[in-house]
């Protein structure tokens, strides 16, 4: 399984942007995709989690901000974000675990960056 994401730039601050995750592959092993975030000399976190049947979860100091989906007939997973502020910038990677939890897959992320 590959993943590449796109979407990442510069954005003003209160701006939006939309993330994109295509996957190819052997796409049929993927249950579950997530995306992480990593802010310069900051721990990689995860931001939102989706299972294949559309469950999602955050993490909660980011709920309202983010929002995951995804479109399973394209093999893609989407992250929008609103409101962004320059403690939003950070490389965002998308992550996919496969029905047996035991392997997982990264891309090689997209860098946002929130400044004026």
């Known amino acids: 399984v590959q993943l590449v994401e796109s979407g990442g730039g510069l954005v003003q601050p209160g701006g939006s942007l939309r993330l994109s995750c295509a996957a190819s592959?052997?796409?049929?092993?993927?249950?579950?995709m997530s995306w992480y975030r990593q802010a310069p000399g900051k721990r990689r976190e995860l931001v939102a989690f989706?299972?294949?049947?559309?469950?999602?979860d955050y993490e909660p100091s980011l709920k309202g901000q983010f929002t995951i989906s995804r479109d399973n007939a394209k093999n893609t997973a989407y992250l929008e974000i609103h409101s962004l502020k320059p403690e939003d910038t950070a490389v965002y990677y998308c992550?996919?675990?496969?029905?047996?939890?035991?392997?997982?897959?990264w891309g090689q992320g997209t860098r946002v960056t929130v400044s004026s």
């Open positions: 992550n996919a675990k496969d029905w047996t939890g035991t392997s997982e897959y």
């Open positions: 989706i299972s294949f049947g559309g469950i999602t």
């Open positions: 592959g052997h796409t049929s092993s993927i249950n579950a």
